[in-house]
């Protein structure tokens, strides 16, 4: 029998901007709420980031973290999975200070650099709601998403060896599966391995059946075929690459961070109306949905009471 499926509901992410939706959690008071909602709503794993309160940009301080990590733990036995990537221009420092101080189960971590372009979506906004958001879009025309390998080392060092966290690795294309390979290689990293395929941001690979069936017949002749692997996919994607992952035997993300829809032409209310749908269809297809019981044993995570919020 397939093994339950694994929901991730990315809650906010850094890329979307307030000027999109108003159904974006921007304080820590729709965060906590809008998490505590997705995994009631079946999500077994929680991926946040935080943002400023008063104009939605997002914001690496470690003390926002903290305004809705500890209601989120007493309210949800949910696996919290920190950002490691933050926003663009943040250093490494800044990346880690949250995840350092919380000491989470889990952490995202990105195993490449990449051109990550969001500037697309300024010639769809037509009215802004607050003055960074273009030209923060805008520089995405002449940025780079970066992730060296001493910064996956690093990260690997400071947070997996240091605090015991595992970790979601995102692969943005083929690539950063070999990058996995290579740090599994000289041990850096102990299986089980929970991968991420992160398909149709414009940077990395495009978000079609192919190229995920690619991915994930690469990373089976890489890591086997008992590995977890999930997928997201960006904007109108989302569903449908959530579905196909499950036919495929993979967990899904969903989350406003991935698609600020719900379908073609209308915004989603909330996360939890995400997580819903796909929870919906995978029950109708015969699957069943994973707990975070599930979850902490299969990815071999140290528990929430090892956390320190």
């Not at 000289?186 to 990395?204: A, D, N, S, V, W």
Request: one cysteine or more; aromatic letters at 8%.
């Amino acid at each position: 029998m397939a093994r339950p499926v694994i929901i991730s509901c990315a809650i906010t992410g850094s890329l979307h901007t307030p000027s999109m939706s108003p159904h974006l959690p921007l304080t820590p008071d729709e965060i906590a709420r809008e998490s505590i909602a997705a995994a009631d709503a079946g999500a077994a794993i929680l991926h946040l980031h935080a943002r400023n309160a008063e104009d939605g940009r997002p914001t690496a301080d470690p003390g926002v973290f903290m305004e809705f990590l500890p209601r989120i733990k007493q309210a949800t036995d949910a696996i919290v999975n920190i950002t490691t990537g933050g926003a663009p221009g943040m250093t490494m420092d800044e990346r880690l200070a949250a995840p350092e101080l919380a000491s989470p189960e889990m952490t995202s971590l990105n195993m490449g650099t990449i051109n990550f372009g969001l500037f697309p979506a300024v010639g769809k906004i037509k009215e802004w709601k607050h003055p960074w958001e273009k030209p923060f879009l805008e520089s995405s025309r002449d940025g780079i998403f970066r992730n060296t390998f001493k910064d996956i080392e690093e990260i690997l060092n400071r947070l997996g060896k240091g605090h015991g966290c595992r970790f979601e690795f995102e692969c943005y294309d083929v690539g950063h599966l070999h990058n996995l390979a290579w740090f599994l290689d000289q041990k850096l990293y102990e299986p089980p391995i929970f991968i991420q395929f992160c398909l149709g941001i414009l940077g990395g690979i495009g978000a079609e059946v192919d190229h995920l069936l690619h991915m994930v017949r690469t990373a089976q002749r890489l890591f086997g075929n008992d590995i977890e692997f999930s997928v997201l996919a960006a904007g109108r994607h989302q569903m449908p690459m959530a579905t196909q992952n499950i036919l495929l035997g993979g967990n899904v993300r969903v989350g406003l961070e991935d698609s600020l829809y719900i379908e073609r032409g209308q915004l989603a209310h909330s996360n939890a109306e995400q997580v819903s749908k796909i929870a919906r269809i995978m029950t109708e297809l015969g699957y069943a949905i994973a707990t975070p019981a599930e979850a902490r044993s299969r990815l071999a995570l140290k528990g929430a009471d090892r956390t320190s919020f």
